[in-house]
Every structure is written in structure tokens, then in C-alpha cells.
């Protein structure tokens, strides 16, 4: 239940007011729209600034309140990550969910962020530590495990790279039992990351060169039984989405 609804004007105003334990951000609504068992106090981000995407040289700047349709209609925005969007939730969510919202909130099985951590973005954190405010930069794949206490500002990906993703899902409306994002930069370096198990999607692969990305894939998944899917399902669908990716970004 919300008690009390606060709209701050300013960044170091909604930092100060978010420093109090029983305080959440309130970006597009979508988490706080499901039930609560403790009441909470909210801090609305929508007076901030923080809704614009900026290409700036080889890097697509996106502030944390801009919302997943907006990133898909953005000109910039990759078709494969425009693709991910798109499976991460139907219209009516995307058009209230946030970027930063969807990072902090999400599982194995999103799409949106599978992509992100093969883009490596970067992400912009605010704090107030012993009063004072501090910028924190962090890899996605440092953020996603820890999910660490701050206010995420903005979220910068490279788009001076190939990207390619695909998954495979029960049906077209249900979460992927098994997705796969592969970025490669000029330099040859490939990363590959691994959606639909887990706490948060996974990275399979870092290297300076895609050599061995089957591998990586079936490695990566060797223990990944639950509900959805088997490991040796998992392993054989990660092991051929990999190898599509690749091919699709392989010039």
C-alpha cells in the first residue's frame, strides 16, 4: 500500500528523500501496480530529466526513465535490440515500464536485459553516501547480480557493433525457456549472453575472437533444469541459437 507520495524537482532532492529505508522510485508504475505487503512510501522520478535518449559518438545514451516503447521508436535503437523490446512485454507495458525500472526488476527470462549485458552498458548510479552525493559507474554485468542500493540516472550502449538475438519460447506470447544475445565488435571481440534460467540472464562468453561459442553456450547451461525445460534441452537450444547469432553477425 502507498502511504505517501512524494515528486521531487530535483536530483539531489529525490536522493535525499530515497536515502530513508521505507522509500521506493516510482518510474513507470508497473512493479508498484502489483500487490504490496508492506506499506511504502513512493518518490516519482517523472520531474527529473531523466527521459531522453542522446546519441553521442558511437554510444547511445538513454536516461533511466525513458520507457521501453520509447526505446523502440528511438531511430537509433538496433533492430535486434528493438526485437528483445518487443518480447520483453506487450504494448500497454511498454509504454509505462522504464529502462532502469526493467534492469532492477528483471529475471532470467528478460529479454531487454539478456541484450543489454551482451552490450556490456554501462550504467550511471547516484548515491547519497555519508551525505554527500557520488556517481557510480558500473558494468551491467557487475549491477545485475548485487543490484546494488542507488538511483540509476542513465544506461549507455555501443553502437558501433553487430548484434544479433534470437530465442525460443513455448508459445509466441510466453517468456523464452532459452534466449540468446551475441554482440561483436570490429576488433573481433564477441560476447554472448543467455537468457531463461537463473536469477538474471548470464554471460556465456567474453573473448577476443567467436571461436568455441557453441561451447560456451552448451557450458554455460549444463545444469539449467527447472519447470520450463531441461538442462539437456537448454544445452542443445543455447548451442544453435549461438552458432544463428553468429552467423547472423558475421559479416
Not at 42 to 53: E, F, P, R, T
Request: with cysteine; charged share 20%.
Amino acid at each position: 500500500m502507498i502511504t505517501t507520495y512524494h515528486r521531487p524537482e530535483t536530483l539531489d532532492e529525490a536522493l535525499t528523500l530515497l536515502s530513508q529505508s521505507n522509500r521506493i522510485p516510482l518510474g513507470g508504475g508497473t512493479l508498484l501496480s502489483r500487490p504490496q505487503s508492506d506499506p511504502v512510501e513512493v518518490v516519482d522520478l517523472q520531474s527529473l530529466g531523466l527521459d531522453s535518449i542522446k546519441k553521442s559518438g558511437n554510444n547511445l545514451e538513454i536516461g533511466a526513465t525513458v520507457t521501453l516503447q520509447q526505446l523502440l521508436e528511438n531511430e537509433h535503437c538496433p533492430d535486434a535490440l528493438k526485437f528483445a523490446v518487443k518480447r520483453e512485454a506487450p504494448l500497454n507495458l511498454r509504454n509505462a515500464a522504464t529502462v532502469a525500472g526493467t534492469l532492477v526488476s528483471c529475471d532470467a527470462r528478460s529479454t531487454f536485459a539478456t541484450v543489454m549485458l551482451a552490450l556490456d552498458a554501462k550504467i550511471e548510479q547516484t548515491i547519497v553516501d555519508n551525505l554527500k552525493t557520488e556517481s557510480r559507474p558500473s558494468n551491467i554485468g557487475e549491477f545485475l547480480p548485487l543490484r546494488p542500493h542507488g538511483l540509476i540516472t542513465s544506461i549507455t550502449i555501443p553502437l558501433n557493433v553487430r548484434l544479433a538475438f534470437d530465442y525460443v519460447s513455448r508459445t509466441p506470447a510466453d517468456k523464452p525457456i532459452v534466449c540468446a544475445a551475441l554482440v561483436q565488435w570490429n576488433s573481433g571481440r564477441t560476447r554472448l549472453a543467455l537468457g531463461g534460467y537463473g536469477k538474471s540472464p548470464m554471460l556465456a562468453m567474453d573473448g577476443t575472437e567467436p571461436e568455441g561459442i557453441e561451447s560456451a553456450a552448451r557450458n554455460a547451461f549444463h545444469e539449467a533444469t527447472d519447470e520450463w525445460a531441461s538442462a539437456e534441452y537448454r544445452v542443445d537450444i543455447a548451442a544453435t541459437l549461438a552458432k544463428r547469432c553468429l552467423d547472423a553477425v558475421s559479416p
